[in-house]
């Protein structure tokens, strides 16, 4: 059987099936990546509900993994080499996947680049963007009387849908045919400016039908519908 005694996550979540890949997470944009991408490639995995909202992913154990504190976070017993390799940001997670499946990811080298800055443009200006608006519309920043902040990542956040309104355009993914890592970092991320955040109106989503139809297709997944109830909450 496959010890992960090395590893004190693996103490406070202890690993029912210690030989599969074990996912620390919590069903967040950044959370659900993971577990929608690994029911996209099939891989074997066990999820880990790491509770945000208990402060969870501030303990020792956690960060032994991840020391951003952050969620999401994986330890993949069956890592290169045979080797164990911890990992977190949902960024490099996907793109381990990407590699470890052969899947999710253009093999021509030019489009393979080009789906990865997908990715960083979602790490790098969507979830930022997106998760200020959240911030400033819906929780503590609302109570600020001073609009500017919240009008300042309004706006930002309507140009990047536009960027994204525009790389749509006649497209049916990201990279056109190909659903790959850079539909999967963004779509939860989009739901929730909608959704959760209850932004849509704000941010003018209605003059985005691109993004609003590839949102649509991404969600109707069979993997989407079930990876972003993974882990579930308690």
Avoid: C
Avoid at 35 to 43: D, K, Q, R, V
Avoid at 94 to 117: F, H, M, N, V
Avoid at 136 to 148: M, V
Avoid at 173 to 185: K, N, P, Q, R, V
């Amino acid at each position: 059987m496959t010890d992960l005694s090395a590893f004190p996550i693996a103490a406070r979540w202890p690993a029912k099936h210690p030989d599969r890949l074990q996912l620390y997470s919590f069903p967040t944009p950044n959370g659900v990546k993971i577990s929608i991408a690994l029911e996209e490639l099939g891989l074997p995995y066990e999820p880990h509900a790491v509770n945000i909202s208990k402060n969870e992913s501030w303990t020792p154990e956690f960060l032994s993994l991840n020391p951003n504190g952050k969620i999401p976070a994986i330890l993949d017993p069956n890592g290169p080499g045979g080797m164990p390799l911890a990992l977190f940001e949902s960024g490099a997670i996907l793109l381990y996947l990407a590699d470890k499946t052969g899947k999710l990811l253009p093999s021509d080298p030019i489009l393979r680049y080009e789906a990865i800055q997908w990715v960083f443009f979602q790490m790098a200006a969507i979830g930022p963007m997106f998760g200020q608006v959240g911030f400033f519309y819906k929780f503590a920043g609302k109570e600020i009387a001073d609009k500017r902040p919240l009008n300042r990542y309004v706006d930002e956040s309507k140009r990047l849908l536009e960027v994204l309104e525009t790389r749509l355009t006649g497209r049916e993914w990201l990279m056109g045919e190909d659903y790959t890592i850079a539909d999967i970092a963004h779509l939860g991320w989009v739901r929730n400016l909608i959704g959760f955040y209850d932004a849509g109106e704000l941010v003018g989503i209605k003059d985005f039908p691109n993004v609003l139809a590839w949102l649509e297709r991404g969600l109707a997944r069979p993997a989407t519908q079930k990876g972003l109830n993974i882990p579930p909450r308690d």
